[in-house]
């Protein structure tokens, strides 16, 4: 179990990755804080194409560090089409800036992305040229745009459900202590027995409309270990699992410890984790995933570190009608559901600063839970 934990090594400077050529552009001081803290990737190539620079967010795009990548062809470290290679070529023969869009970039041991690139020709002090390439991946833009979708989703539902408890609990209240008072001047049993069901359904739904609300008090902060987390989730799940369910785990060593309440967590997992073995109760993979993401955009929030824990499950998967709804609360896709579960963890994670993500087909469902990292 890779539980084990270490700092995180920081992302190479740009003036590591520079070998046997001139930097294109200074990649020290705050040139190389702004470089590293930019959401697009840049890349700098030389006149015949190798890689001279790449900033954090281009190394996580093309998955691979500035160091490896460093003197190597671009196509060697990434499969580029026709199209964006000769765009390359032209921007330095002609020495003026070209666009390539919908490119298509096949990555090493990853999925393809897709990209818009912004392609410079420039020359540096000592005359070397070469070309800068602004990479922005399409569907990053498209995951902020549906994360900030999600989290006004989620501020609307929680403002309807504020004003819905406020309505609702006032005259509950009062139906419950009419109950009670009734109960006091009864002395058949039987009729007893009726104001005793009235006052025992009321607070069923006071504790339906607070489950509703989530938590309401402050999240605790205490340092966390993520996979001490998820094991403690994975163990419970074992116990409920029957035969042919399997739970795997591959989780990221390197991850930090970090504050968060650890107790709130626990329940998200659980509540994402409890849908994924029900998808597959007739025999199927769970398997819990961590990584750590760096500048990675949460709920319209640039965060510089994050982690990413993914719950995948080769079941049925969430019904195409529902994929778009299933964080509101009363939607479920099961016959026995509450509906409750998954708007209630996406409460927390608001809470937490994070978010919850769900893509799901049949025979792959993925939940993401996104986790700013705070330290100490």
Known sequence: MATSQST???SPTATSSVTNTAPAISTTGTAAILLDNMTTGIIALDSGLKITLLNASAEQLLGVSATRAAGRRLAQVVSIPDSLFARLREALEQGQPVNDRHVTLERIGLDPVLVDCAIAPYVN?????????????????????????????????????????HEVKNPLGGLRGAAQLLERQLDDKELVEYTSIIIHEADRLQALIDRLLGPNSRPRREEINIHEVLEHVRKILLVSATNGIT??????????????????????????AGNALNAVKNGGDVIFKTRIVTNHTIAGTLQPLAIKVSINDNGPGVPTNLIDQIFYPMVSGTADGSGLGLSIAQSIMGQLGGLIECESEPGNTQFTVFIPVVFT
Not at 135 to 164: H, M, Y
């Open 247 to 272: 739970i795997q785990f591959d989780y990221d060593p390197s991850i930090p410890e970090f504050l968060s309440d650890r107790d709130r967590l626990i329940q998200v997992f659980l509540n994402i």
């Open 8 to 10: 995180p090594q920081s």
């Open 125 to 165: 002090e000592f005359g070397d040229e070469g070309v800068l390439i602004e990479v922005n991946a399409l569907n990053r833009t498209q995951r902020i745009v549906r994360d900030e979708a999600l989290a006004a989703q989620q501020e609307s539902v929680k403002s309807l459900l504020r004003g819905l408890a």
